[in-house]
Protein backbone atom coordinates (compact mmCIF):
# COMPACT_ATOMS: atom_id res chain seq x y z
CA UNK A 1 0.00 0.00 0.00
CA UNK A 2 1.00 3.47 -0.80
CA UNK A 3 0.72 6.26 1.62
CA UNK A 4 1.18 9.97 0.82
CA UNK A 5 4.04 11.97 2.47
CA UNK A 6 2.68 15.31 4.17
CA UNK A 7 5.17 18.41 3.35
CA UNK A 8 4.55 20.97 4.34
CA UNK A 9 5.86 23.56 8.10
CA UNK A 10 3.79 24.68 10.74
CA UNK A 11 3.89 28.26 9.96
CA UNK A 12 2.07 27.18 6.54
CA UNK A 13 -0.30 25.06 8.02
CA UNK A 14 -1.32 27.91 10.69
CA UNK A 15 -1.08 30.43 8.02
CA UNK A 16 -3.53 28.61 6.00
CA UNK A 17 -5.31 27.95 9.25
CA UNK A 18 -6.31 31.30 9.95
CA UNK A 19 -7.57 31.95 6.58
CA UNK A 20 -10.43 29.14 6.85
CA UNK A 21 -12.06 29.89 9.93
CA UNK A 22 -12.49 33.50 12.31
CA UNK A 23 -11.20 32.56 15.59
CA UNK A 24 -13.45 32.05 18.84
CA UNK A 25 -13.03 34.25 22.07
CA UNK A 26 -10.55 31.02 23.38
CA UNK A 27 -12.66 29.85 25.67
CA UNK A 28 -13.93 27.12 23.17
CA UNK A 29 -17.19 28.58 23.70
CA UNK A 30 -19.82 30.90 21.46
CA UNK A 31 -21.89 33.90 22.67
CA UNK A 32 -24.30 31.85 24.49
CA UNK A 33 -21.73 29.80 25.97
CA UNK A 34 -22.58 26.25 24.14
CA UNK A 35 -19.10 24.54 23.79
CA UNK A 36 -17.83 24.93 20.18
CA UNK A 37 -16.59 21.12 18.28
CA UNK A 38 -14.79 21.05 14.98
CA UNK A 39 -16.30 19.20 12.21
CA UNK A 40 -14.46 18.24 9.38
CA UNK A 41 -16.04 17.37 6.32
CA UNK A 42 -14.60 14.46 4.39
CA UNK A 43 -16.16 15.22 0.96
CA UNK A 44 -19.19 16.77 -0.57
CA UNK A 45 -19.38 15.22 -3.98
CA UNK A 46 -21.83 12.06 -3.20
CA UNK A 47 -25.47 12.34 -1.75
CA UNK A 48 -24.16 10.56 1.22
CA UNK A 49 -21.87 12.94 2.10
CA UNK A 50 -24.19 15.61 1.11
CA UNK A 51 -26.95 14.10 3.66
CA UNK A 52 -23.99 13.71 6.44
CA UNK A 53 -23.56 17.61 6.03
CA UNK A 54 -27.30 18.47 6.13
CA UNK A 55 -27.79 16.23 9.53
CA UNK A 56 -25.26 17.75 11.37
CA UNK A 57 -25.95 20.98 12.34
CA UNK A 58 -29.42 19.72 13.53
CA UNK A 59 -27.86 17.47 15.56
CA UNK A 60 -25.90 19.80 17.16
CA UNK A 61 -28.24 22.41 17.53
CA UNK A 62 -30.81 19.40 19.60
CA UNK A 63 -27.03 19.01 21.50
CA UNK A 64 -26.68 22.67 22.40
CA UNK A 65 -23.14 22.48 20.91
CA UNK A 66 -22.17 24.97 18.22
CA UNK A 67 -20.02 24.05 15.16
CA UNK A 68 -17.11 25.28 13.43
CA UNK A 69 -16.28 23.22 10.12
CA UNK A 70 -13.84 22.78 7.23
CA UNK A 71 -14.11 20.87 4.63
CA UNK A 72 -10.98 18.36 3.47
CA UNK A 73 -12.08 17.06 -0.25
CA UNK A 74 -10.62 13.72 0.62
CA UNK A 75 -7.68 14.98 0.83
CA UNK A 76 -5.40 14.02 4.01
CA UNK A 77 -2.70 17.03 3.94
CA UNK A 78 -5.94 19.49 4.07
CA UNK A 79 -7.44 17.52 7.26
CA UNK A 80 -4.25 18.17 8.91
CA UNK A 81 -4.45 21.81 7.94
CA UNK A 82 -7.81 21.98 9.01
CA UNK A 83 -6.97 20.50 12.75
CA UNK A 84 -4.51 23.01 13.31
CA UNK A 85 -7.33 25.37 12.42
CA UNK A 86 -9.32 23.72 15.16
CA UNK A 87 -6.32 24.10 17.37
CA UNK A 88 -6.21 28.23 16.73
CA UNK A 89 -10.00 28.49 17.28
CA UNK A 90 -9.86 26.50 20.53
CA UNK A 91 -12.45 23.80 20.06
CA UNK A 92 -13.29 21.77 22.48
CA UNK A 93 -13.83 18.55 20.42
CA UNK A 94 -13.80 17.09 16.66
CA UNK A 95 -15.06 15.07 14.80
CA UNK A 96 -13.40 13.93 11.35
CA UNK A 97 -13.71 10.97 8.91
CA UNK A 98 -10.28 10.78 7.38
CA UNK A 99 -10.75 9.00 3.98
CA UNK A 100 -7.10 7.80 3.79
CA UNK A 101 -7.02 5.83 7.23
CA UNK A 102 -3.35 5.10 7.14
CA UNK A 103 -1.68 8.26 7.43
CA UNK A 104 -4.17 10.59 10.02
CA UNK A 105 -2.08 9.48 12.83
CA UNK A 106 0.05 12.61 13.10
CA UNK A 107 -2.91 14.71 12.88
CA UNK A 108 -4.40 12.67 16.04
CA UNK A 109 -1.23 13.24 18.17
CA UNK A 110 -1.02 16.85 17.46
CA UNK A 111 -4.73 16.99 18.70
CA UNK A 112 -4.46 15.04 21.69
CA UNK A 113 -1.08 17.27 22.73
CA UNK A 114 -3.76 19.81 23.29
CA UNK A 115 -5.83 17.23 24.98
CA UNK A 116 -8.80 18.18 22.47
CA UNK A 117 -10.87 14.62 22.19
CA UNK A 118 -11.59 13.45 18.46
CA UNK A 119 -13.85 11.19 17.58
CA UNK A 120 -13.24 9.70 13.76
CA UNK A 121 -16.90 8.40 11.88
CA UNK A 122 -16.99 6.15 9.20
CA UNK A 123 -13.72 5.26 9.18
CA UNK A 124 -11.00 4.13 11.54
CA UNK A 125 -7.78 5.27 11.76
CA UNK A 126 -5.17 2.40 10.95
CA UNK A 127 -2.88 3.49 13.94
CA UNK A 128 -3.18 6.09 16.77
CA UNK A 129 -5.93 6.65 19.84
CA UNK A 130 -9.03 8.04 19.52
CA UNK A 131 -11.81 8.94 22.13
CA UNK A 132 -14.50 6.79 20.08
CA UNK A 133 -15.45 5.85 16.39
CA UNK A 134 -18.57 5.59 15.38
CA UNK A 135 -19.21 3.27 12.52
CA UNK A 136 -20.96 0.58 11.34
CA UNK A 137 -19.08 -3.08 10.97
CA UNK A 138 -17.85 -2.83 7.32
CA UNK A 139 -16.85 -6.31 7.36
CA UNK A 140 -20.88 -7.11 7.90
CA UNK A 141 -21.55 -4.82 4.72
CA UNK A 142 -19.51 -7.31 2.33
CA UNK A 143 -21.60 -9.99 4.13
CA UNK A 144 -24.60 -9.06 4.00
CA UNK A 145 -23.96 -8.10 -0.09
CA UNK A 146 -22.50 -11.60 -0.51
CA UNK A 147 -25.08 -13.25 1.03
CA UNK A 148 -27.62 -11.52 -1.03
CA UNK A 149 -26.01 -12.06 -3.90
CA UNK A 150 -25.34 -15.78 -3.15
CA UNK A 151 -28.73 -16.53 -3.14
CA UNK A 152 -29.93 -14.58 -6.07
CA UNK A 153 -27.39 -16.63 -8.32
CA UNK A 154 -28.09 -20.01 -6.76
CA UNK A 155 -24.72 -20.14 -5.44
CA UNK A 156 -23.00 -19.99 -8.74
CA UNK A 157 -21.64 -17.16 -11.71
CA UNK A 158 -19.65 -14.66 -11.67
CA UNK A 159 -19.77 -11.31 -10.03
CA UNK A 160 -17.85 -8.16 -9.95
CA UNK A 161 -16.76 -6.12 -6.44
CA UNK A 162 -16.44 -2.85 -7.13
CA UNK A 163 -14.32 -1.64 -4.58
CA UNK A 164 -13.15 1.70 -2.90
CA UNK A 165 -9.58 2.90 -1.99
CA UNK A 166 -7.88 -0.10 -0.22
CA UNK A 167 -5.57 2.71 1.14
CA UNK A 168 -9.10 2.99 3.46
CA UNK A 169 -9.74 0.85 6.25
CA UNK A 170 -13.83 0.68 4.50
CA UNK A 171 -12.89 -0.66 1.45
CA UNK A 172 -10.52 -3.55 3.21
CA UNK A 173 -13.38 -3.99 5.55
CA UNK A 174 -15.78 -4.95 2.87
CA UNK A 175 -13.87 -6.58 0.42
CA UNK A 176 -12.26 -9.01 3.10
CA UNK A 177 -16.18 -9.21 4.73
CA UNK A 178 -17.46 -10.09 0.90
CA UNK A 179 -14.29 -12.13 -0.17
CA UNK A 180 -14.70 -14.16 3.27
CA UNK A 181 -18.32 -15.05 2.81
CA UNK A 182 -18.15 -15.87 -0.80
CA UNK A 183 -15.47 -18.70 -0.46
CA UNK A 184 -16.99 -20.14 2.90
CA UNK A 185 -20.27 -20.26 1.35
CA UNK A 186 -20.44 -19.81 -2.54
CA UNK A 187 -17.01 -21.41 -3.55
CA UNK A 188 -18.84 -21.68 -7.07
CA UNK A 189 -18.97 -17.97 -7.24
CA UNK A 190 -16.26 -15.74 -9.21
CA UNK A 191 -15.61 -12.92 -7.83
CA UNK A 192 -13.43 -9.96 -10.24
CA UNK A 193 -12.55 -7.91 -7.51
CA UNK A 194 -12.13 -4.00 -8.61
CA UNK A 195 -10.49 -1.45 -6.72
CA UNK A 196 -11.92 2.63 -7.85
CA UNK A 197 -10.31 4.95 -4.97
CA UNK A 198 -14.50 5.80 -4.96
CA UNK A 199 -14.32 7.29 -8.41
CA UNK A 200 -17.56 6.05 -10.30
CA UNK A 201 -15.61 6.84 -14.08
CA UNK A 202 -12.75 4.44 -13.04
CA UNK A 203 -15.52 1.85 -11.17
CA UNK A 204 -18.04 2.26 -15.09
CA UNK A 205 -14.83 2.04 -16.97
CA UNK A 206 -13.47 -1.30 -15.20
CA UNK A 207 -17.23 -2.81 -15.04
CA UNK A 208 -17.19 -2.47 -18.99
CA UNK A 209 -14.29 -4.04 -19.34
CA UNK A 210 -15.07 -6.80 -17.13
CA UNK A 211 -18.40 -7.30 -18.82
CA UNK A 212 -16.90 -7.45 -22.40
CA UNK A 213 -14.22 -9.87 -21.18
CA UNK A 214 -16.53 -12.54 -18.68
CA UNK A 215 -19.86 -12.19 -20.59
CA UNK A 216 -21.38 -14.57 -17.51
CA UNK A 217 -21.11 -11.94 -14.82
CA UNK A 218 -24.69 -11.65 -13.10
CA UNK A 219 -23.98 -9.50 -10.41
CA UNK A 220 -22.31 -6.59 -9.06
CA UNK A 221 -21.80 -5.26 -5.73
CA UNK A 222 -20.63 -1.89 -5.49
CA UNK A 223 -19.04 -0.51 -2.39
CA UNK A 224 -20.78 2.56 -2.16
CA UNK A 225 -23.50 4.52 -3.88
CA UNK A 226 -20.34 6.08 -5.84
CA UNK A 227 -20.81 3.99 -8.90
CA UNK A 228 -24.40 3.75 -8.94
CA UNK A 229 -24.77 5.80 -11.83
CA UNK A 230 -21.89 4.56 -13.80
CA UNK A 231 -23.26 1.34 -13.17
CA UNK A 232 -26.69 1.64 -14.76
CA UNK A 233 -25.13 3.36 -17.92
CA UNK A 234 -22.87 0.94 -18.81
CA UNK A 235 -25.37 -1.88 -17.35
CA UNK A 236 -27.77 0.30 -20.34
CA UNK A 237 -25.55 -0.02 -22.88
CA UNK A 238 -24.80 -3.84 -22.83
CA UNK A 239 -28.71 -4.01 -22.56
CA UNK A 240 -28.32 -5.29 -19.33
CA UNK A 241 -30.86 -3.18 -17.12
CA UNK A 242 -33.98 -5.02 -17.45
CA UNK A 243 -36.43 -6.67 -14.45
CA UNK A 244 -35.28 -9.29 -12.47
CA UNK A 245 -38.02 -11.75 -13.84
CA UNK A 246 -35.47 -11.55 -17.32
CA UNK A 247 -32.61 -13.83 -17.64
CA UNK A 248 -30.26 -11.14 -18.66
CA UNK A 249 -30.52 -9.39 -15.39
CA UNK A 250 -27.88 -8.55 -13.99
CA UNK A 251 -27.84 -8.58 -9.82
CA UNK A 252 -26.29 -5.28 -8.41
CA UNK A 253 -26.04 -4.46 -4.81
CA UNK A 254 -25.33 -1.02 -3.67
CA UNK A 255 -24.45 0.58 -0.59
CA UNK A 256 -25.30 3.63 1.75
CA UNK A 257 -28.70 3.67 1.70
CA UNK A 258 -29.29 7.15 -0.39
CA UNK A 259 -32.68 8.48 -1.56
CA UNK A 260 -31.75 7.29 -5.27
CA UNK A 261 -30.41 3.53 -4.22
CA UNK A 262 -34.17 3.19 -2.25
CA UNK A 263 -36.17 4.52 -5.88
CA UNK A 264 -33.95 2.27 -8.35
CA UNK A 265 -34.54 -0.61 -5.86
CA UNK A 266 -38.36 0.19 -5.72
CA UNK A 267 -38.45 0.48 -9.98
CA UNK A 268 -36.04 -2.55 -10.29
CA UNK A 269 -33.31 -1.08 -11.55
CA UNK A 270 -30.81 -2.21 -8.54
CA UNK A 271 -32.04 -5.28 -6.53
CA UNK A 272 -30.54 -4.21 -3.04
CA UNK A 273 -28.41 -2.45 -0.71
CA UNK A 274 -26.74 -1.56 2.75
CA UNK A 275 -28.53 1.30 4.41
CA UNK A 276 -25.50 3.19 5.93
CA UNK A 277 -26.70 6.01 8.67
CA UNK A 278 -25.86 8.92 7.86
CA UNK A 279 -27.96 10.44 10.11
CA UNK A 280 -26.44 8.17 13.31
CA UNK A 281 -23.14 9.41 12.38
CA UNK A 282 -23.66 13.03 12.68
CA UNK A 283 -25.70 12.37 15.89
CA UNK A 284 -23.33 10.22 17.63
CA UNK A 285 -20.06 11.43 16.78
CA UNK A 286 -21.74 15.07 18.48
CA UNK A 287 -22.74 12.34 21.14
CA UNK A 288 -19.32 11.50 22.02
CA UNK A 289 -17.75 14.56 21.36
CA UNK A 290 -20.68 16.08 24.42
CA UNK A 291 -19.78 13.06 26.21
CA UNK A 292 -16.17 13.35 25.85
CA UNK A 293 -16.18 17.53 27.33
CA UNK A 294 -17.97 16.13 30.12
CA UNK A 295 -15.45 13.06 30.91
CA UNK A 296 -17.92 10.34 30.53
CA UNK A 297 -16.25 7.05 29.75
CA UNK A 298 -17.56 4.03 28.26
CA UNK A 299 -16.98 0.17 27.77
CA UNK A 300 -17.66 -2.52 25.24
CA UNK A 301 -21.46 -3.90 25.22
CA UNK A 302 -25.04 -3.22 24.05
CA UNK A 303 -25.66 0.75 24.04
CA UNK A 304 -29.17 2.02 24.46
CA UNK A 305 -29.31 3.29 21.18
CA UNK A 306 -29.19 -0.47 19.11
CA UNK A 307 -25.52 -0.96 18.57
CA UNK A 308 -22.75 -2.24 20.44
CA UNK A 309 -19.41 -0.88 21.40
CA UNK A 310 -16.73 -3.25 20.60
CA UNK A 311 -12.57 -2.59 21.56
CA UNK A 312 -10.83 -2.56 17.86
CA UNK A 313 -7.26 -1.72 19.77
CA UNK A 314 -5.80 -0.86 22.97
CA UNK A 315 -7.33 2.41 23.23
CA UNK A 316 -9.87 2.46 20.51
CA UNK A 317 -13.80 1.37 21.07
CA UNK A 318 -16.03 1.72 18.14
CA UNK A 319 -19.95 2.13 18.31
CA UNK A 320 -21.06 0.03 15.72
CA UNK A 321 -24.68 1.41 14.10
CA UNK A 322 -26.94 -0.77 12.84
CA UNK A 323 -27.18 -0.75 8.93
CA UNK A 324 -29.99 -3.60 7.67
CA UNK A 325 -30.25 -4.75 4.39
CA UNK A 326 -32.32 -3.27 2.17
CA UNK A 327 -34.42 -5.18 -0.81
CA UNK A 328 -37.61 -4.78 -2.52
CA UNK A 329 -39.53 -7.74 -0.80
CA UNK A 330 -37.86 -7.25 2.70
CA UNK A 331 -36.76 -11.01 2.63
CA UNK A 332 -34.34 -12.85 4.56
CA UNK A 333 -31.47 -13.50 2.10
CA UNK A 334 -28.89 -16.38 3.64
CA UNK A 335 -29.68 -15.82 6.42
CA UNK A 336 -29.98 -11.85 6.58
CA UNK A 337 -33.20 -10.24 7.29
CA UNK A 338 -33.93 -6.69 5.00
CA UNK A 339 -35.83 -3.94 4.92
CA UNK A 340 -38.30 -3.16 2.20
CA UNK A 341 -37.32 0.01 0.27
CA UNK A 342 -39.87 2.02 1.58
CA UNK A 343 -39.61 1.37 5.12
CA UNK A 344 -39.67 4.64 6.96
CA UNK A 345 -37.25 3.92 9.38
CA UNK A 346 -34.94 4.62 6.81
CA UNK A 347 -32.99 7.83 6.95
CA UNK A 348 -33.22 7.92 3.24
CA UNK A 349 -36.95 8.10 3.26
CA UNK A 350 -36.87 10.70 5.65
CA UNK A 351 -33.95 13.10 4.41
CA UNK A 352 -36.73 15.87 3.76
Not at 129 to 154: H, I, P, Q, S, W
Not at 209 to 215: E, N, S
Not at 335 to 348: E, F, T
Request: hydrophobic letters at 40%; aromatic letters at 8%; one cysteine or more.
Amino acid sequence: MKTRRLRYGLGAVTALAVTVLSACDGSGADADGDPVVGVDYPRSDTDFWKAYIKYTPRFAKELGLELKTTHSQNDVAKLAANAQTFIINGVKGVAMAPQDTAVIAPTLQQLAAQKIPVVTLDTRPDTGKVYMVVRADNRAYGEKACRFLGTKLGGEGDVVMLQGDLASINARDRTEGFNECMKENYPKIKVFGEETNWDGAVAAQKLQADLTTHPDIKGVYMQASFALSGTLQVLKQQGLLVGPKDKRHVFVVSNDGIPRELKDIAQGKIDATVSQPADLYAKYALYYLKAAMEGKTFKPGKTDHDSTIVRVRDGVLEDQLSAPLVTADGGTYGGVPSLKSDNPSLWGNNLG
